[in-house]
């Protein structure tokens, strides 16, 4: 987890400055920011929230689960639809992959998404990682969000989770645009 808060500061720094020069004349980098905040508080304004953690790592699952915040600064807030094989684990660079479907939470309007992307549904759409290692592009390119509810669930697991835009994909970083992944994480078959 420290790597990924190590690799999410750093990024932050470089697109932050980024975002700054690539931001329209009427709308400060701060000001992106709080409307990221405001959409992402509509969007958790329909849910159940829970602000931490449990500590035994017991999460509630389902559809009708909570969202908990998983971490200080509200970025990340994951929702277990399958927690899971017990002892299923990921180990630091392991190659994990994942099937998504993420939507932007500009376009969250009266309880409804009006757009998606991602490769849930593509033959043949898995994308991969290298867990905890953002040393090598096809971890990097993701951002460290997408990665984390293997920190806390087994590798077989299902979720939802809310990217705040500094988790999110480096590239897209400057947009500060949050989104709500819906991910399922697999081991190659060997």
Do not use: W
Not at 33 to 57: C, G, K, M
Not at 155 to 181: H, R, W
Request: glycine residues 6%; negative net charge.
């Amino acid at each position: 987890m420290r790597k990924i808060q190590t690799f999410a500061i750093a990024v932050i720094g470089v697109f932050a400055a980024l975002g700054v020069a690539s931001c329209s004349d009427d709308k400060s980098y701060a000001d992106l920011l709080s409307l990221e905040n405001q959409y992402v508080n509509n969007f958790l304004a329909d849910q159940r929230v829970i602000n931490h953690i449990p500590e035994d790592t017991v999460f509630e699952y389902g559809p009708d689960a909570p969202y908990y915040r998983l971490d200080e600064d509200g970025q990340l807030y994951m929702q277990v639809i399958n927690p899971g094989t017990e002892g299923n684990m990921v180990k630091n660079d392991e190659q994990i992959y994942f099937r998504y479907t993420r939507y932007s939470l500009v376009y969250y309007v009266d309880g409804e998404f009006l757009m998606s992307e991602g490769n849930d549904d593509v033959l043949n759409g898995n994308f991969s990682f290298r867990y905890g290692n953002f040393q090598v592009s096809s971890s990097y390119q993701y951002g460290p969000g997408v990665q984390t509810p293997l920190a806390y669930l087994p590798v077989d697991c299902e979720v939802n989770i809310i990217i705040k835009s500094q988790y999110g994909m480096p590239a897209e970083i400057s947009y500060v645009t949050p989104f709500l992944y819906s991910l399922r994480y697999f081991r190659p078959k060997i």
